[in-house]
């Protein structure tokens, strides 16, 4: 059997700066990333619980991203900023029409 020790080795972003249009964006690509999450816990039949429950699929998360936590909210605003720091990364051009 081979060893299964993962090593999670993301993409360098640290020296990609993000424009204040393109972090203005990133509030909303959050609420975004929220969004898609709970409608695939949903449509898995997770509901909403005081705390997270896997045998009963409930998760206090599943709520309007307005009412997250901050903690929460910084999680998928980081996943937002990440992506487009990737994106830029790799040599593409983020240009709104």
Known sequence: M????YIP????????????EL????EEMARNVHDV???GRIADGWTWGPVRD????????LVPYEELQESEKE???NTA???LKLILSLGYR???S
Request: hydrophobic content about 30%.
């Open 75 to 77: 999680y998928d605003r």
């Open 37 to 39: 999450w709970s409608a």
């Open 54 to 61: 896997d045998a009963k699929k409930e998760h206090p998360c």
């Open 9 to 20: 080795r993301p993409a360098d972003t640290k020296d990609v700066l993000l424009s204040d």
């Open 94 to 96: 983020i240009e709104k």
């Open 23 to 26: 972090m203005g964006l990133t």
């Open 81 to 83: 900023i990440e992506t």
């Open 2 to 5: 081979k060893d299964k020790t």
